[in-house]
């Protein structure tokens, strides 16, 4: 199952997605789902990745397969352009931030799916994404 890629509004939100670390995938996305079933949320990607809920096929809260507890948390900020994506990049580096993966397009995702990751001083996972097209 592929993520929808995104129509437009990306601008008006800070948050993009969340990622949790589940000991117990499986488990946890059981939980999940019966949990937000009366909100609409559903699996909308699976693959080595994890698994990726939300609603009307946008995942919006990730799971990924930790051992260690508490497991990480990943925080992904919508960025309205690419350019924004490579400035929160520099930024972040220059900041203190330890590399988690240059700008580029991340096709595994859906194929508009272009992210920077970087680790922030405390290991969290922070991300900046924008899932349009070049222009
Ligand atoms: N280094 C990877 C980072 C990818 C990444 O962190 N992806 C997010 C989801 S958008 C995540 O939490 N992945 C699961 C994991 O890292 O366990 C890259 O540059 O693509």
Not at 35 to 55: K, Y
Request: charged share 20%; glycine share 12%.
């Amino acid at each position: 199952m592929r993520a929808a890629p995104q129509t437009g509004h990306e601008e008006d939100r800070v948050f993009d997605h969340i990622g949790i670390g589940a000991t117990d995938v499986q488990a946890s996305k059981e939980f999940f789902l019966k949990a937000l079933a009366p909100l609409g949320v559903a699996v909308c990607m699976e693959g080595d990745f994890g698994v990726g809920m939300g609603c009307e096929g946008k995942p919006s809260l990730w799971l990924s397969a930790r051992y260690a507890k508490p497991a990480p948390m990943h925080i992904a900020f919508a960025a309205k352009d690419r350019k924004t994506v490579d400035e929160f990049y520099a930024a972040a580096l220059a900041a203190g931030g330890t590399d988690n993966g240059p700008p580029g397009l991340r096709p595994h995702y859906h194929p508009d799916y272009y992210a920077a990751f970087v680790i922030g001083p405390d290991g969290h996972n922070v991300e900046a994404v924008c899932h349009l097209p070049e222009p």
